[in-house]
C-alpha cells in the first residue's frame, strides 16, 4: 500500500517561477522527507521535516507539514532548469521499530523550461 | 550516491535464472535497504537489514531474499526471475534519519 501520494504528477514552469508540490499520507509518522532524483539516477536526500514542526527552510526549499491533514508542500522557489528532475515525499512511521524505513510516494515530475 | 555502490548497473536475464545484485556501502551505516521503482507505484520496499545477518521483508518481498554477511554488503537474490521483476532497484543505507541511495541497478528479465 503507499503511504505518500503526490500532486501534481507532473508540473511543467519557466525559470524564475515557483514550483509547489503536494504530499498525502495516511499514517502517523515521525518525520516526512523530500528526496529528488535526476533521470537515472538514484535519489538525493532534500530536506526533512518532523512531526512536530510546521514548516522548514533550506536555501530555495520550504516544506510545511500540517499532520491534522496529513499533509506536506514542497515550495522551491525561483526555479532553475538544474532542478528539472523527480521529487519523491517519504514518510517515516511513528511508535513503534520501524528499523528506520522509509515509505515513499509516487513523485512529482518537475520540468523547468529555460 | 557517494558511498554506496550497485552492481551490475545494468542487467538483462531470462525468465527462470537466477539473479543476485550486489550493494556495497562504504559508511558503515547499520541499516540498509532495497526498493524496485516501477512507473506509477514510486519506490517500494522490497527488503531491509538492521544488522549482519538480520533482515526482514519489506512491502513486495515474494520472489526475492536478501542475505548480509558483512555490515558493508547487501545482497539481493532472484530465485528465478520473472518478467514482473523487471524493474529498477535501488539499494539505500540509514545515516542519521536519512536514506543514501546508490545509482541503481536496471534489470530487464525477457
Known amino acids: 500500500s503507499q503511504q505518500g501520494e503526490e500532486d501534481p504528477q507532473a508540473l511543467s514552469i519557466q525559470e524564475g517561477e515557483n514550483a509547489t508540490m503536494n504530499c498525502s499520507y495516511k499514517?502517523?509518522?515521525?518525520?516526512l522527507q523530500w528526496y529528488r532524483q535526476n533521470s537515472g539516477r538514484g535519489l538525493v536526500h532534500l530536506i526533512l521535516?518532523?512531526?512536530?514542526?510546521r514548516e522548514k527552510h533550506s536555501g530555495r526549499l520550504r516544506v510545511t507539514l500540517d499532520t491534522s491533514k496529513k499533509s506536506s508542500s514542497l515550495l522551491i522557489t525561483a526555479s532553475r532548469a538544474a532542478d528539472t528532475a523527480s521529487y519523491f515525499c517519504?514518510?517515516?512511521?511513528?511508535?513503534?521499530?520501524?528499523?528506520?524505513?522509509?515509505?515513499f510516494g509516487q513523485g512529482t515530475i518537475l520540468t523547468v523550461h529555460p | 550516491d557517494a558511498g554506496i555502490t550497485q552492481s551490475p548497473r545494468h542487467k538483462v536475464t531470462e525468465t527462470g535464472t537466477p539473479v543476485t545484485l550486489r550493494c556495497h556501502q562504504t559508511?558503515?551505516?547499520?541499516?540498509m535497504y532495497w526498493y524496485r521503482q516501477d512507473p506509477g507505484h514510486g519506490l517500494r520496499l522490497i527488503h531491509y537489514?538492521?544488522?549482519?545477518?538480520?533482515?526482514d521483508k519489506g512491502e513486495v518481498s515474494d520472489g526475492y531474499s536478501v542475505s548480509r554477511s558483512k555490515t558493508e554488503d547487501f545482497l539481493l537474490t532472484l530465485e528465478s526471475a520473472t518478467s514482473s521483476q523487471t524493474s529498477v532497484y535501488f539499494c539505500?543505507?540509514?545515516?542519521?534519519?536519512?536514506?543514501?541511495f546508490g545509482s541503481g541497478t536496471q534489470l530487464s528479465v525477457l
Open positions: 539505500a543505507s540509514r545515516g542519521g534519519e536519512k536514506l543514501f
Open positions: 499514517t502517523s509518522i515521525n518525520n
Open positions: 521535516i518532523r512531526s512536530n514542526e
Open positions: 517519504a514518510t517515516g512511521d511513528a511508535g513503534g521499530t520501524s528499523y528506520g524505513k522509509l515509505t
Open positions: 559508511e558503515n551505516h547499520r541499516y
Open positions: 537489514s538492521y544488522g549482519v545477518k538480520d533482515t
